[in-house]
């Protein structure tokens, strides 16, 4: 039998959060709130909740607070850290501020890149800050480089989980691929060799996952809306299906999901009956 795993991660991206009102034809900050509710209905228990950028649409001050306010209390509850990743319509003052709730300095540390490393016991989650303010594709800094090097000098017990806003992989779609990570093998260079177990991105609004240096790489669907991949060509579309990803770290593994959020419902078992099915398919194998 598979044993349980031994982190469970929630990653939600591209949100878009607006201080009031509809965004791409939803209101983004229903659509986060279904997604937290089916975290919580769930009953799994995260050892994180992993926000990778894009977290309002125009980085107002307001968005942030509404964000907050939807967050916390669901974290809470939870028992489970919130962890947030900037992304390229995000504002770096404005999300320190009003999300963080770090008090402003009036210097250079305000629009710093939000880079951090987290312990969450044995596993730790590296976040770096991939945007170019006043731009849309991304990079990363040879000082980022450098800290991300140095920070994985020494491994961790069950590893790292590196999270950042673009993802290092080329996307099916023109619009991600004309606004994507610049330089990406230079990340996988410093990844090489180290305990990265997985590299979690949003951006491109589409469920996909690759790998860069033989780590693996996994892209979540947006709350927001999600592109769809299978488009004629030259074309996009967007699709009114929000998506929450759901990240276990076994011992010897890592699998990635992704979970459609209010999907219609075509059936649900009990848990007695579950077990029951789970019995029936044991006695099978054994028997084979």
Not at 65 to 80: C, D, I, K, Q, S
Not at 103 to 111: E, I, K, N, S, V
Not at 220 to 236: F, H, I, K, Q, R
Request: charged share 20%.
């Amino acid at each position: 039998m598979t044993p349980a795993p031994e982190h469970t991660l929630i990653q939600f991206t591209d949100l878009h959060l607006v201080a009031d009102g509809v965004r791409y034809a939803i209101d983004p900050a229903e659509a986060l709130a279904r997604a937290l509710a089916a975290v919580e209905e769930s009953g799994v228990a995260p050892s994180a909740l992993l926000f990778t950028g894009d977290l309002t649409d125009e980085g107002e001050p307001a968005a942030y607070e509404r964000l907050r306010a939807l967050v916390e209390p669901v974290a809470a509850r939870l028992g489970a850290p919130a962890l947030f990743v900037m992304g390229n319509h995000d504002d770096r003052a404005a999300l320190r501020t009003h999300l963080l709730g770090i008090r402003p300095t009036g210097g250079p540390a305000d629009t710093a890149p939000l880079d951090h490393t987290t312990r969450i016991g044995d596993l730790r989650i590296v976040v770096l800050d991939s945007t170019v303010p006043g731009h849309a594709h991304g990079e990363l800094t040879p000082d980022q480089l450098a800290w991300l090097e140095a920070e994985l000098t020494e491994p961790a017990p069950a590893g790292t989980v590196l999270a950042l806003h673009h993802p290092p992989l080329p996307s099916p779609s023109r619009l991600s691929a004309a606004i994507e990570l610049q330089r990406r093998t230079t990340l996988g260079a410093v990844l090489s060799g180290t305990d990265v177990r997985i590299v979690l991105a949003g951006h491109t609004h589409l469920v996909s996952a690759g790998a860069v240096a033989g780590v693996p790489v996994w892209t979540g669907g947006a709350t927001s809306y999600v592109s769809d991949a299978l488009v004629p060509a030259g074309e996009e579309r967007a699709l009114n299906a929000q998506t929450v990803s759901r990240i276990d770290l076994f011992a010897d593994c890592v699998v990635a999901a992704a979970v459609p959020v209010g999907a219609d419902r075509r059936g649900t078992l009990s848990a007695a009956e579950v077990e029951q099915r789970v019995a029936e398919l044991r006695s099978r194998t054994d028997a084979a």
